[in-house]
Structures are given as C-alpha cells and as structure tokens.
C-alpha cells in the first residue's frame, strides 16, 4: 500500500495569467529585460504570438480561447449583436450568451477543482467546481442583489478582505481626458485584484487557477498616444510619456508575488486575447453608406450634432446596407424576406454583398492613399455561422482605424472617437507563453499559435482528451 502511494504520479496545477491586449512587441522585445518576471518565464518557458479570434476584440475573443469554438459557433461577434432579423433589436454578450463549455467546466466535470477571476464573460455567474469572481461585464460589486461571485459565500470574504475598499471589476471611467484619474483608477483595480489573487492562492485549493487583467486594456485605450511616437497625438513633453512603461514595471512586481506563491509542480501560462496598435481615425460607416447611396435617411442629420444611428430615421425602402461602430466595422445588408422592409432580392445578395465589399476594400485615406482595408464574409472564416451575423465584417486599414457608427459628422474621416476619449484599436497578434514546473524549455521560440488551442493545450496538461467540436490544437512545447 505504501508503495502504490509513493508511486502515484502528483497531479498537475496549471495557472494561467490572462492580460488583455497585451502585446508582443513589448512584452517579448521592447521591455523583456524591464519585466524581470515575465522574462523569466519567457527565459526559461516556450512562447509564441498567439493569433485572435475574427474579430479581434474581447468580447468573442476569451470566450473563443477558453471554450475553443469560432465566434461563428459561439454566435455572437462583438458586445452587441443583434437579436433578430429586425433593426432594433440588440443584446449583450454576457456568460448566457455563451452556450458551449469553457475550459473550467470541463475541467470540473473531470473532478478538477477550478478558481476563475476577471475572465470575460462570467457574468451573470455561473456555477464552478470551485470559486468564480466575475468579469467586467458586472454591473455593480457594491449592490447587495447582484451576485460577482460563486459560492456566494466568497463575496463577504472579498469585502473583510479588501475593506473599506470595493473590489472593481473594471476601471470605473476610463474614457476620460483627466490621465491622472485615469492612472490611480487603473492601480487602484490592479492592486486590489491581485491582493484578492494572492489570498485565493493561499487560502482555497485549485488544480486549475486563471485570471485576466483588464488594465493592460484600459490603459492602452486610454495613453496609447502618450506612449507612441507616431501616434498623431502625441506630445513629446507629455507628462505621461513613460506612463505605460511603469505600469508593466508595477504589474510585473504584482505578477510575481502570486510566482512566489505558486506550488514546485504548477505549470504556467501567460495569455493574451490580442495585442495593440495605435489608432489613427475613424472611418464614419453610416456617413459613408449614406455618401455611396446604399443608405437613406427620412431627415439629413444635423452637421456637428452627433447622433446615434438607433437615433435617426432610416428610409429602409430606399436603404441597402448599415453599419455599427467599434474597433471594426459590422456591415448589415437589408435583404427582402430576411429584414421586416428588405430591398435586395435574395438572388442578388451574393453580387451585391461582394460588390459593397469591392466598394469599401477601395476607401481611402483621407490624402486618397489607398487603405489597406480588410474585409470578411462570415461564411467563409467560420466553421458555422449562429445567430445574426453581420454580412460583412471590416477591418479598416487592417485595424489602423475604427469604425464610427454615428451621423452628424461633417466628413467620412473623423479624429475623434464618437464614445469617448480613445487612443488605440487591437491588433490580431496577442501571447502566448508556457512555462514547465522546472522552468527547463530554455527560452524557446514557438511557431504562431491561435487561441482556439489554448484549451486542448490545457486540457492535455491534465491528460484530459479534447472535446467534439473543439477546433484548436494542441500546442507542442
């Protein structure tokens, strides 16, 4: 008996450490020798660039990661989707949106107990083999009916934990001109989060153990001008030129007081959902379709005065295409038969979406440069299509720019962001690093990696099969 106990193999633990929007170029170059833990697991780990969901964005893009299905499959493409075929009609993509299993699930169902904190969509709260602090979607953490996290019995041990502060699940205002404000927002959730990380570390059992950080985020949006010299924005005597730098200084120290903690046997893994570019404009998608004649509205909106396009009065008769806003642009056909007053004949559709599609791919620049605007049907880049899908999903100037949903402007360029102060948009680039328990890979360099292989990687790492369905792979170290 006591043989079979000294032979049994130790059961792995793997922890992962999500930020979001972290970038390559600054973890794995710029700044490696600044980040003296991340360097180490980068040093002695394997790590590649771990390429994004389409589109690029938090919201399908943790989601897609940890449950290994396309947005197509997963059914929903940004934060706001539509419900239906109608024009109104929107939801946001919370946890009940998400229908398959996430990596903690099945990892649950194994017998594996799970503590999952700040990842996207988690809330409303659902049920783990363990303990679960909701993500940025939550909409208080102070109201007494709103329940952050599972068991419920964990929110009081948070609060005598962190009082008489709050926990945050997110940066309160970070689309604000005041940087200052913004800076003490940013480490005040960070410091709190990982002062409640540490005492989950030391205080609940766990085999597997994630959590994501949002304001490696918030602070990109918010400073990207302060920090890049190319940016259009940038003042060279900024105050905040260094800003960023010290922030990754700061979460890098965060990060290793939970290395510390972590038990001889755990694996390691640094995430990304993407990475950063600078931003520089916005094309107006709405103005633009309005200009090209595929968009008509009952009354010319008021130059200067914005206005929502939930706000204006379409002549849907007389209308063919619509877009939203975001940090990449969704355009909507209205096809007869599909929307209450379509106008494209479903035996057109197929001409007429690849000819809109010519048409935007041939914006340009505001100097008539040409853009490299990047556009995909759904179809052919998912596995399966769910939900409403946009017709066409656009990355103007390969992410370079935004697109702006709302009227009013004077022009189809604007270098002002319609909801609110911000200075970056996401590349499709983010991380990906691995780290064995004896830190003995050396350092190495990994072909690119997608983040549909995050959760087979994982689950190998338990000796857990992969799932139906699951599109990634396993990552080989």
């Given amino acids: 008996m006591l043989k079979k106990l000294f032979g049994r193999k130790k059961e792995p633990k793997v922890f992962v450490i999500g930020l979001d929007c972290a970038p390559p170029e600054l973890i794995f170059q710029a700044w490696r020798n600044e980040l003296p833990n991340l360097k180490r697991l980068l040093d002695g780990g394997a790590y590649s660039e771990m390429y994004s969901s389409t589109p690029a964005i938090t919201v399908p893009a943790w989601a897609s990661m940890t449950s290994s299905k396309d947005p197509g499959v997963l059914g929903f493409y940004g934060f706001r989707n539509r419900s239906d075929y109608t024009y109104d009609n929107r939801y946001i993509a919370t946890s009940l949106s998400v229908k398959e299993k996430r990596v903690w699930d099945i990892l649950g169902e194994a017998g594996k107990q799970c503590i999952v904190a700040g990842v996207p969509q988690t809330y409303p709260v659902k049920p783990v083999n363990g303990y679960l602090i909701s993500s940025f979607l939550t909409p208080s953490t102070t109201n007494p ?29 970070f689309r604000t001109e005041d940087k200052a404000f913004l800076l003490k927002q940013i480490y005040d959730m960070t410091r709190k989060r990982f002062k409640v990380l540490r005492y989950l570390l030391e205080e609940k059992p766990w085999d597997f153990f994630m959590f994501v950080e949002m304001g490696v985020d918030r602070i990109h949006h918010g400073m990207w001008a302060h920090h890049d010299p190319t940016h259009h924005k940038h003042d060279p005597n900024t105050p905040f ?181 911000d200075d970056a948009n996401h590349a499709e680039n983010g991380i990906y690093i691995y780290t064995t328990p004896d830190y003995s890979l050396g350092g190495k360099r990994l072909p690119d990696t997608q983040l549909m292989d995050f959760t087979p990687t994982v689950l190998n790492l338990f000796g857990l099969p992969g799932q139906p369905g699951m599109q990634g792979k396993i990552i080989e170290h």
């Fill in 145 to 173: 009916n709103i329940q952050w996290t599972h068991p419920v019995t964990l929110r009081p041990e948070i609060e005598r934990l962190l009082a008489p502060e709050v926990y945050d699940v997110d940066v309160p205002q």
């Fill in 241 to 421: 030129l260094n800003a960023i730098k010290e922030y990754y200084v700061y979460l890098d120290q965060e990060i290793g007081t939970l290395l510390e903690r972590l038990p001889a046997d755990t694996h390691i893994i640094v995430v990304s959902d993407h990475g950063v570019k600078r931003m520089d404009g916005g094309i107006c998608i709405n103005e633009w379709l309005r200009r090209q004649g595929h968009l008509t509205l009952l009354e010319e909106p008021p130059e200067g005065r914005l206005s929502s396009f939930e706000k204006v009065e379409v002549e849907w008769s007389k209308s063919a295409a619509w877009g939203d806003g975001g940090y990449y642009g969704r355009v909507f056909l209205n096809v007869a038969g599909r929307e209450p007053a379509g106008i494209i004949p479903p035996g057109e559709y197929e001409s007429f979406r690849d000819s809109l599609a010519e048409e935007i791919r041939n914006i340009p620049a505001p100097d008539g440069t040409p853009l490299h605007n990047v556009v995909f049907k759904p179809q052919e880049i998912y596995q399966e299509v769910r939900g409403v899908a946009p017709d066409l999903i656009v990355y103007f100037d390969n992410l370079g720019w935004r697109s702006v949903g709302s009227l009013g402007h004077h022009d189809v360029y604007t270098f002002e962001n319609d909801t609110g102060p």
